[in-house]
């Protein structure tokens, strides 16, 4: 049990404008809640879309984003049997569902109408303690490095439930567009699941690092016809593309990267709409699905797949302190993998 009774936190006051690294108090478990002390928290595009507002529903007031955090329980609310003090868990985006309505029953929880989402509906990770669910929080596994597991919390469940979404079986091409957070994590995913990956971004600096991970092809946005590059690369689309980009352009180009009957999955949530070509769709019989986040179940197995050694987040470690200066490097497209804040 810790005796701290104030955090120091990143807090959004108000949308667009710079958080503040102020002190709180630190919060108290409810019924069937943990308090975490966390050790390390990933920054999620996602937090910079938060803070700034960027979608139709806002998050709650004075909020403190992050829903990739990593720390250990340092206490237990009334009635909690699963998690004990001393525990490595961590939180996620689906902080909470009710395990009740249709989707909840039908195991798509992930759509859960009342679901809460960690660092954006409830306080988050960027903070030196947080709550979490002790039905949802993630169990860390034995000898997982805090820092590298972080990213695996939101970036790495994202891109696995997607994958899986984009049913490209091995041997098959699969488009990773966007070699940021998610994207370079998506490639490592793809390729030990057996898919063979081409790599789209607008940085070279992007592409090599997905060259590294094992994408066999590397399309560059900003040279030529994208879309033309990819369908010659892979004998006519790909099998599936897996939008992580976070401009509207991006996504109208995955369809046309699409083979006939491939499946184009969107992840990213760059603001805005896109024009889609309705005669490329219908003609060439293409999927276009949206994907959000991932099960319980699909992020035991995603970290799974990093307690194997089958993927390794490239990670760059830093502090809240710097959080405003983080998410402009962030929104610059200069950031190698993900920044991993520690505590
Ligand atoms: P990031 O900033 O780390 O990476 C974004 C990448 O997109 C960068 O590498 C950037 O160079 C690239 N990019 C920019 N414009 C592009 C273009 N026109 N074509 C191709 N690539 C382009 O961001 P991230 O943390 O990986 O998050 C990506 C997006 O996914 C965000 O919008 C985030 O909110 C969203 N997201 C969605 C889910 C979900 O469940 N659906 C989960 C997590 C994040
Ligand atoms: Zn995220
Ligand atoms: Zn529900």
């Known amino acids: ?31 069937g809640q943990a308090l975490v002390e966390n050790l390390a928290t990933g920054v999620c595009h996602t937090d910079l879309h938060a803070a700034r507002g960027d979608w139709p529903v806002p998050p709650k007031a004075d909020l403190v984003p992050g829903h990739e955090g990593v720390g250990r329980v340092v206490a237990v609310g009334e009635g909690v049997t699963t998690l004990a003090v001393g525990d490595l868990v961590g939180n996620a985006w689906l902080w909470s569902a009710c395990g009740v309505c249709e989707f909840c029953r039908k195991g798509m929880e992930t759509l859960c109408p009342n679901a809460q989402y960690g660092g954006y509906t409830i306080n988050g990770s ?20 805090p820092v590298e597991v972080a990213p695996v919390l939101c970036a790495g469940v994202t891109v696995y439930k997607g994958l ?37 971004d607008v940085a070279n600096d992007k592409l090599e690092l997905a060259a590294r991970f094992g994408a066999e092809v590397l399309v560059n946005v900003t040279e030529g016809d994208p879309v033309a590059k990819v369908v010659e690369a892979t004998g006519g689309g790909a099998h599936g593309v897996l939008v992580t980009a976070v401009h509207p352009s991006a996504f109208g180009q995955a369809i046309g990267m699409t083979r006939r ?30 994907s959000l986040v991932g099960t319980r179940q699909d992020l035991e197995e995603a970290l799974d797949f990093y307690a194997r050694g089958l993927i390794h987040p490239t990670v760059t470690e830093d502090r809240i302190e710097n959080i405003n200066e983080i998410f402009e490097r962030l929104e610059a497209g200069k950031v190698d993998g993900r920044i991993v804040v520690t505590y």
């Open 164 to 200: 899986k979404q984009a049913e490209v079986r091995p041997g098959e091409w699969v488009v990773i567009s966007g070699i940021g957070g998610l994207g370079h994590v998506a490639v490592q995913y793809a390729v030990a699941m057996g898919m063979r990956v081409v790599a789209v």
């Open 1 to 31: 049990m810790s005796d701290a009774t104030t955090m120091k936190a990143a807090v959004v006051h108000q949308l667009g404008a710079p958080l503040s690294v102020e002190s709180l108090e630190v919060p108290v478990p409810g019924p």
């Open 261 to 290: 009957a491939g499946t184009a999955v969107f992840v990213g949530l760059p603001p805005g709409d896109f024009p889609a070509a309705i005669f490329d769709i219908v003609l060439r019989g293409i999927t276009v699905r949206g």
């Open 126 to 145: 960027f903070g030196e303690y947080m709550l979490v669910d002790e039905k949802f929080a993630a169990r860390i596994p034995q000898g997982a490095d």
